[in-house]
């Protein structure tokens, strides 16, 4: 489905992403992590064109990118982000149907769609709320619903549930892996979070200081870590679930 060819990218001649080689199959979900500054946001907005490429190819179902107009590229993918963004000014139906609408659909079928998204993402009967009348949770599952709206085959992801507490955090990743699967979706996600990664993904892609570091699933890279980089990855969760048994365990 992505396919990522000896693709860089550089700022004022510093490499921030360092050709970067990786193939998506279609349906998966992938899960780029590392820590900041590594690149997994550029390589992200590199397969949506946000960002273009310094150097390198990407396809789409076999397309370079490079020839494909932006916006109907955009059009394709669903993106959400770390905040949801929802415009103010308009209800949660309309911003889940906003897509739809510039593709000229007709009004009946974004009615009936954006009913359907809203069912799908846990919020039926929710259409004619405006955003500040949300939770943050709330607020993202709409975010969530706009993404789909056009029925992309592929869905970005950029720290979706970052924002959250970490029950609404969790709760919802588990919803979006759930829909993932029912609609057949092929899933970038960038996390900061290991636990998250190991949960929900396919395969994880660990990037550090721009390059692709190890890919695997979490059982491959657990047992056979690339290098200590990836060991301590892999062992953060372990590392904060003992910081928190010593913090119940002082006096």
Same mark, same amino acid.
């Given at each position: 489905?992505?396919?990522?060819?000896?693709?860089?990218?550089?700022?004022?001649?510093?490499?921030?992403?360092?050709?970067?080689?990786?193939?998506?199959?279609?349906?998966?979900?992938?899960?780029?992590?590392?820590?900041?500054?590594?690149?997994?946001?550029?390589?992200?907005?590199?397969?949506?064109?946000?960002?273009?490429?310094?150097?390198?190819?990407?396809?789409?179902?076999?397309?370079?990118?490079?020839?494909?107009?932006?916006?109907?590229?955009?059009?394709?993918?669903?993106?959400?982000?770390?905040?949801?963004?929802?415009?103010?000014?308009?209800?949660?139906?309309?911003?889940?149907?906003?897509?739809?609408?510039?593709?000229?659909?007709?009004?009946?079928?974004?009615?009936?769609?954006?009913?359907?998204?809203?069912?799908?993402?846990?919020?039926?009967?929710?259409?004619?709320?405006?955003?500040?009348? %949300?939770?943050?949770?709330? &607020?993202?599952?709409?975010? !969530? /619903?706009?993404? @789909? =709206? *056009?029925?992309?085959?592929?869905?970005?992801?950029?720290?979706?549930?970052?924002?959250?507490?970490?029950?609404?955090?969790?709760?919802?990743?588990?919803?979006?892996?759930?829909?993932?699967?029912?609609?057949?979706?092929?899933?970038?996600?960038?996390?900061?979070?290991?636990?998250?990664?190991?949960?929900?993904?396919?395969?994880?892609?660990?990037?550090?200081?721009?390059?692709?570091?190890?890919?695997?699933?979490?059982?491959?890279?657990?047992?056979?870590?690339?290098?200590?980089?990836?060991?301590?990855? %892999?062992?953060?969760?372990? &590392?904060?679930?003992?910081? !928190? /048994?010593?913090? @119940? =365990? *002082?006096?």
């Amino acid at each position: 489905m992505i396919e990522l060819l000896s693709v860089s990218k550089s700022y004022a001649g510093a490499a921030v992403v360092a050709e970067v080689s990786l193939t998506i199959a279609a349906r998966e979900f992938l899960v780029l992590i590392g820590p900041s500054g590594c690149g997994k946001t550029t390589t992200l907005n590199m397969i949506n064109r946000l960002v273009e490429p310094s150097a390198g190819t990407i396809r789409i179902d076999g397309e370079d990118i490079s020839g494909i107009d932006p916006v109907r590229l955009r059009r394709r993918i669903g993106y959400v982000f770390q905040e949801a963004g929802l415009f103010s000014h308009m209800t949660v139906g309309e911003n889940v149907g906003i897509t739809p609408r510039l593709e000229g659909w007709d009004a009946k079928e974004i009615a009936r769609r954006v009913e359907e998204l809203l069912a799908l993402v846990q919020l039926p009967g929710m259409a004619a709320r405006w955003p500040c009348e %949300l939770s943050g949770g709330q &607020r993202q599952r709409v975010a !969530l /619903a706009r993404a @789909l =709206a *056009a029925r992309p085959g592929i869905m970005l992801l950029d720290e979706p549930f970052g924002a959250l507490d970490p029950l609404t955090r969790d709760g919802l990743a588990d919803d979006y892996r759930r829909i993932h699967d029912a609609l057949g979706l092929t899933t970038v996600m960038v996390t900061h979070d290991m636990t998250e990664a190991l949960l929900l993904a396919d395969r994880i892609a660990m990037m550090r200081a721009g390059r692709l570091v190890q890919i695997g699933t979490g059982r491959e890279l657990m047992a056979h870590p690339a290098d200590d980089f990836v060991s301590d990855m %892999l062992a953060t969760p372990r &590392r904060r679930a003992g910081r !928190l /048994a010593d913090f @119940l =365990a *002082a006096p």
